[in-house]
């Protein structure tokens, strides 16, 4: 028991020495302020602002459908804001009398 103890010990000696709460740190929150200035936006961005997982868009764009999108280069994906409002306002469910 005694190596144990000193085993956990030292593993928290080391565990101090890294910064677990920069690891583990949730993305800063974005101010909507500011998104909706700008004319385009990338994919975090547009999870952001729709509630959508990252991974829901990705398999979207995979499945040719959603939010259209540009390809910047090889890899950087944007979405225009007026699309990204256009098709949550197509998407939306009203309750008419």
Do not use: C
């Amino acid at each position: 028991m005694g190596t144990e103890k000193n085993d956990f010990s030292e593993f928290l000696k080391k565990s101090e020495k890294m910064d677990f709460i920069e690891l583990m740190k949730k993305p800063e929150k974005l101010d909507f302020s500011e998104l909706v200035k700008k004319p385009w936006l990338n994919e975090k961005e547009v999870s952001a602002l729709t509630g959508r997982a990252l991974s829901t868009l990705r398999n979207e764009r995979h499945m040719r459908r959603g939010i259209p999108y540009n390809v910047v280069g090889e890899r950087s994906i944007r979405y225009r804001l007026t699309d990204v409002i256009q098709t949550m306002e197509k998407t939306r469910i009203t309750f008419e009398n």
